[in-house]
C-alpha cells in the first residue's frame, strides 16, 4: 500500500464499543465527569420544571385573578388587585434563572477541563506508540496522515466527550424528568408525545450507515490531503526544478475534491436528523394542543388550562433534547472513523520488539557474527541470502557495492532496526535476540546519510543522547572530529530539522553525537557523502582516531576513504562476493578494483577539466 493511501474501514461497527473504550480515558478524571453530570442534570431539571411552574401560575394565580376580578372590570370598577401570587412566582423563576445560569457555568468548566486533558493522554500515547513502533512500520506510512491522528482525528474524538456529551447528558436527562411529569398529570397527553421517540429511534438506524460511511471517506481522504500536503512542500524544490508544479496542483485538486464530496454527503445526512426531528415535535405538539384542548373544554374539564399550557411546553421541549441526542449520536457515528484511526495506530504491535524475560548486554567486546542470514523487506523478494560473516572485535570492515545490493540492509540488522527472517546475528557469540533492543543500541553509534537534528542549539543536538556530558567532553567530541568551528557556536539554534546549518555543518554535528555517546561499535551509512573535501579530510582524521579499538562498519561512496580499514567487504545482491584488505582486493583484480580504478579515474578526469582554462570566443 501507497504511503499517501490511508487505510479502509468497511466493517459495520457498533457504536457503543466505540464510546465505551473512548470513555475509558475518562476514568482518571471520575470527580470532574460526576461533577460534570451533576451540573448538566441539574441543568435539565430545572428546565423539566420550568412548565410546572407555569402550570402553577396559571391554574392558582391568573385563572383565579381573572375570575375574581371579571366582574369588577365588567362593571367599569378598577379594583385594587392582590399581586402577591404574581410575586411570588416570578421570585421562583428568578431563582430557577439562577441555578440554571450557575449550573450552566460549572458544566462548561468541567467539560472543557476534561476535554483538555482527555486530548493531553491520547496524543501522548500515540506519541509513545510512534516511538515505539518498528522501522518497518514507516515504511509504508506517510508522515502526514500520522499528524492527522495526533491533531485533527483527536481533537474530534475529544470533543465528543465534552461537548457532545453535553447533548448527550441533557437529552436523557430532559426527556426522563418530562415524561415522569407529563405521566403524573396526564398518561393520554404523554403517550401521545412519546409515540414520537421510537418513530426517530426507526429513523436514525436508517440514516446511521450512511453517515458512518461517508464519515470514514472523509477521514481517510483527509488524512492522504495532509500526506500530500506535506510530500510536496517538502518536495517542492523538485517540483519547480522539474516544472511540475501544475501537475501536483491537479492530483492535490482531485483529492480535495473527493474529500469535499464525502464531507458533503457526511453532512447532508447529518442535517437530516434536524428538519426530521422538528417536523415529528411539531406534529406531536399540534396532537397536544388538538387532543389537550378537546379535554380542557369539555364539562367538567379533564385538564386545566395550565396544564394544557404545560404540556405545549413539554410537547416543544422534548424534541429538543431528542434532536440533541440524535446530533450526539450521528457526531458519534462521525467520530468512529477518527476513533477507529486513533486506536488501529494505538493497536499495532511492533514487529521488533524484545522476547519475554530478555536479558540485557551490560558491557560487549563487539565481536559480531552473521550465522547464514537471510531477510527480505517483502515475501519471495530476499535481500540477503545466507550470509555468513565474522567480524572480530576492534576490526573496521568496509561495505562496498552497488546501490540496493543489501550494504544498508547489514547495518538494519546490526542494529536490529529489523531482525533476520533467517540464521542467526550474535554480538559477543550471544544471539542478539535473547537481549534486549535498548542494551544493545546503548553500545551503537551511527551516524547516517542523511543527518537529522532537533530543534535547539547545536549544543543540544550533539548531547542528545548524552544529557549528563560536560562541556569538555562535548568540546573533545568536536575536536576529534575536526569540528573545532562549532566549539564558539555551541549556543547557536539549528532551526526545524537542522534548515539553519548546511548540510555538511548537520553532518558533522552528527558526528560529534555519534563520538560523545562513546559506542562500542561505531556504523556510518555513506555518512561523508554530503560533506565537502575538505571537511571529510578533517572527519577522517578523527574517523581513524575513533575507531581505534572499537568495532566499526562503514559504507562509503567514496571508495578512498575506506582504504585503511582492515577489511572491505563487496556485497551484490544479497551476498558477499569479495573480502579482504584494499591491498588484496586490487590484486584480485575483480568487482572491487573494476570499482575502484573507475571511481578514481573519474576523479583524476575531474581534477584535470578543473586546471583548464577554457577560452570562450
Known amino acids: 500500500m501507497s504511503k499517501l493511501k490511508e487505510k479502509r474501514f468497511k466493517e459495520n461497527v457498533s457504536v457503543f464499543p466505540f464510546l465505551k473504550r473512548l470513555f475509558s480515558y475518562t476514568f482518571k478524571y471520575k470527580n470532574w465527569m460526576k461533577g460534570f453530570i451533576f451540573f448538566v442534570l441539574m441543568v435539565t431539571l430545572v428546565e423539566a420544571v420550568t412548565p410546572l411552574v407555569w402550570l402553577n ?13 371579571k366582574d369588577f372590570y365588567a362593571k367599569g370598577i378598577n379594583p385594587e388587585v392582590d399581586l402577591s401570587h404574581l410575586t411570588k412566582y416570578a421570585m421562583m423563576l428568578i431563582g430557577l434563572g439562577a441555578v440554571l445560569a450557575g449550573s450552566v457555568f460549572m458544566f462548561i468548566n468541567f467539560a472543557g477541563r476534561i476535554q483538555e486533558y482527555v486530548m493531553y493522554d491520547i496524543r501522548q500515547e500515540l506519541f509513545k506508540k ?33 461537548w457532545g456529551f453535553i ?55 483527509n488524512s492522504e490531503l495532509t500526506a500530500t500536503y506535506n510530500e510536496h512542500i517538502t518536495g517542492v524544490e523538485v517540483n519547480k ?15 480535495s475534491e473527493k474529500m469535499r464530496e464525502a464531507s458533503f454527503k457526511s453532512s447532508y445526512f447529518m442535517a437530516l436528523y434536524q428538519p426530521l426531528v422538528i417536523f415529528i415535535g411539531s406534529i406531536a405538539a399540534a396532537l ?152 544493545l543500541r546503548n553500545k ?22 548524552r544529557d549528563d556530558a560536560t562541556e569538555e567532553e562535548i568540546t573533545e567530541s568536536l575536536k576529534l572530529i575536526g569540528g573545532d568551528d562549532f566549539i564558539e557556536r555551541l549556543d547557536e539554534e539549528v532551526g526545524e530539522g537542522g534548515d539553519k546549518l548546511s548540510l555538511g555543518e548537520r553532518q558533522m554535528v552528527s558526528f560529534a553525537r555519534a563520538v560523545l555517546a562513546n559506542p562500542r561499535i561505531f556504523i556510518m551509512d555513506e555518512a561523508t557523502s554530503s560533506v565537502d573535501t575538505l571537511s571529510e579530510a578533517k572527519i577522517q582524521i578523527g574517523i581513524h582516531e575513533m575507531i581505534k579499538g572499537r568495532t566499526s562498519i562503514i ?35 575483480g568487482f572491487y578494483y573494476s570499482l575502484y580504478t573507475r571511481q578514481l579515474r573519474e576523479q583524476r578526469e575531474n581534477e584535470i577539466m578543473k586546471t583548464v582554462d577554457f577560452v570562450v570566443p
Not at 401560575?57 to 376580578?69: H, S, T
Not at 551516524?447 to 542528545?464: A, E, K, M, W
Open 288 to 439: 397536544v394542543i388538538y387532543y389537550g384542548g378537546n379535554m380542557a373544554i369539555t364539562f367538567p374539564p379533564e385538564i386545566t388550562v395550565g396544564l394544557l399550557a404545560a404540556f405545549f411546553f413539554y410537547a416543544t421541549l422534548i424534541y429538543e433534547p431528542i434532536l440533541d441526542i440524535s446530533n450526539f449520536y450521528s457526531q458519534a457515528q462521525g467520530c468512529i472513523s477518527a476513533g477507529e484511526r486513533i486506536f488501529s495506530l494505538i493497536d499495532t504491535e511492533p514487529t521488533i520488539k524484545d522476547r519475554d524475560g530478555a536479558g540485557s548486554f551490560d558491557k560487549i567486546k563487539g565481536e559480531i557474527e552473521f550465522d547464514n542470514v537471510s531477510f527480505s523487506y517483502e515475501k519471495d523478494k530476499p535481500v540477503l541470502n545466507k550470509v555468513n560473516l565474522k567480524i572480530k572485535e576492534g576490526q573496521s570492515i568496509a561495505l562496498v557495492g552497488e546501490t540496493g545490493g543489501g550494504k544498508s540492509t547489514i547495518i538494519n540488522l546490526i542494529c536490529r532496526f529489523y531482525e533476520p527472517t533467517g540464521g542467526v546475528i550474535k554480538i559477543d557469540g550471544i544471539n542478539y535476540l535473547d537481549n534486549t533492543m535498548e542494551s
Open 444 to 465: 551503537l553509534g551511527v551516524v547516517l546519510q542523511t543527518p537529522h537534528l532537533f530543534s535547539g542549539s547545536i549544543r543540544d543536538n550533539i548531547r542528545y543522547g
Open 241 to 255: 526544478s522539474m516544472v511540475q508544479e501544475s501537475r501536483a496542483s491537479e492530483e492535490f485538486e482531485s483529492l
Open 167 to 221: 447533548e448527550c447528558v441533557w437529552g436523557f436527562g430532559m426527556i426522563f424528568f418530562c415524561l415522569i411529569s407529563m405521566f403524573i398529570y396526564s398518561w393520554k397527553l404523554a403517550l401521545i408525545v412519546t409515540l414520537t421517540i421510537p418513530v426517530l429511534t426507526l429513523i436514525s438506524i436508517k440514516i446511521r450507515k450512511l453517515i458512518l460511511r461517508y464519515s470514514r471517506e472523509s477521514r481517510r481522504y
Open 555 to 589: 559504507i562509503a561512496h567514496r571508495l578512498s576513504t575506506i582504504k585503511n580499514c582492515d577489511r572491505i567487504l563487496v556485497v551484490k545482491r544479497g551476498e558477499i562476493i569479495e573480502d579482504g584488505s584494499h591491498y588484496e582486493l586490487m590484486l584480485k583484480k
Open 130 to 162: 510512534l516511538q515505539e513502533l518498528s522501522f518497518s512500520f514507516y515504511d509504508t506510512t506517510a508522515v502526514g496522515w500520522l499528524m492527522t491522528r495526533i491533531t485533527s482525528d483527536t481533537n474530534k474524538v475529544t470533543e465528543l466527550i465534552s
Open 57 to 69: 401560575l396559571l391554574d392558582n394565580a391568573i385563572v383565579p385573578l381573572v375570575e375574581k376580578y
